[in-house]
């Protein structure tokens, strides 16, 4: 805009010197108008006086350098008249490129103030993204840490159960052998051999007949007080004559809610057992808090990776259109360097230009 108007100023003041030498052409046509009747004059003069002649020869000769002069100045016009209107046309080029290079920067304005409202969204959107990474990072490290926990409490029970198993296994051998041995004893697998062919007791003794003969075992006690005998029928009997105290029990129940077993007997007396040491509804009721936490925790893992992963969706089209948005920023700005540069070179030529006007002025 300076460089318009100065050479706006230039082309006025080049119009105005432009004027006033077309004044001073028409000065010196009127100069040598005259001057051609002056000669015309002085000849009329020379035949009436020789010193007039000799006075007109001298001033023909002031007029001759008059005219040599202004056919100078007219030359020298002429050029100055053929640079102003060059340094016209070149200062109206200027003006042109520098109205296109202005409009170009306006756009490019434009679009870089665009595309910094654009790259400031992106990175709200990204910090965003990271603030909800972060924290289903954070979630998925606890839920890591339970499920790592659980796996270590199953891995626990894996290691019992495999002991319990191979336990099994060594008992099921035993029996095995027990079975082998049991057969061996027998001498035959004939079942004929294997059932008792009588029962009785007879004295307090009892006694099994089978195919191998009869066998009695003593059902009475040889420790003293013992008031245990044997009836007439040879069967077993108490002496309750001789016992001072019957100890038998009326009463037996078990309370659920205090997990204990109790009963009375004829004393009145209700000693209790407590069987709370038996009752795992605790741990079975662990283990089932335990899996519901699991299964949620899966259900949550399941969905943070598909949260994740809609995320990563979303941060690759940001980084392309982030990517797209660097590269137009950075040919703009080149094409800023440009116009820059171009500027400058537009400047510099004006500036030549005035000082060139200043000159011819």
């Not at 061996?184 to 003969?213: F, H, M, R, V």
């Not at 069987?275 to 949550?300: E, F, P, R, Y």
């Not at 809609?310 to 360097?337: G, L």
Request: charged share 10%; net charge negative.
């Amino acid at each position: 805009a300076t460089n318009i108007a100065a050479n706006t100023s230039n082309i006025t003041t080049n119009t105005s010197n432009i004027a006033t030498n077309t004044t001073d052409i028409a000065n010196n046509a009127s100069d040598i108008s005259t001057n051609a009747t002056n000669i015309s004059t002085n000849a009329s003069d020379i035949a009436d006086n020789t010193s007039e002649i000799i006075t007109n020869a001298t001033n023909i000769t002031a007029n001759t350098s008059n005219i040599t002069t202004n056919t100078t100045d007219i030359a020298n016009n002429a050029a100055d008249i053929s640079t102003n209107a060059t340094n016209i046309a070149t200062n109206t080029s200027d003006i042109a490129d520098n109205t296109s290079d202005i409009a170009n920067n306006t756009t490019n304005i434009t679009t870089n103030t665009s595309d910094i409202a654009d790259n400031t969204a992106d990175i709200t959107t990204n910090a965003t993204n990271i603030a909800a990474n972060t924290s289903n990072i954070t979630t998925n490290t606890s839920n890591i840490a339970t499920n790592t926990t659980d796996i270590a409490n199953n891995a626990s029970d894996i290691s019992t159960n495999a002991t319990n198993i191979a336990t099994n296994t060594s008992d099921i051998a035993d029996n095995a052998s027990d079975i082998a041995d049991h057969i061996a004893a027998d001498a035959d697998t004939n079942i004929g051999n294997e059932y008792n062919t009588g029962s009785g007791i007879t004295g307090g003794s009892l006694e099994i007949t089978d195919g191998g003969g009869t066998e009695s075992v003593n059902l009475i006690s040889t420790d003293a007080n013992n008031n245990i005998t044997a009836g007439l029928d040879g069967a077993l009997y108490l002496n309750v004559a001789s016992v001072s105290i019957a100890e038998t029990n009326t009463t037996l129940s078990f309370d659920g809610s205090t997990n204990e077993l109790s009963y009375t007997n004829e004393l009145g007396n209700n000693p209790a057992v407590d069987m709370s040491s038996l009752d795992d509804s605790a741990g079975v009721a662990a283990n089932a808090s335990d899996i519901a936490n699991n299964t949620t925790n899966i259900s949550t893992n399941a969905s943070d990776i598909a949260d994740n992963t809609a995320d990563i969706t979303t941060n690759a089209t940001n980084i392309a259109a982030n990517t797209s948005n660097i590269t137009t920023n950075t040919s703009n700005i080149a094409t800023n360097t440009t116009d820059i540069a171009n500027n400058a070179s537009d400047i510099s030529t004006n500036a030549t230009n005035i000082s060139t006007n200043a000159s011819d002025i």
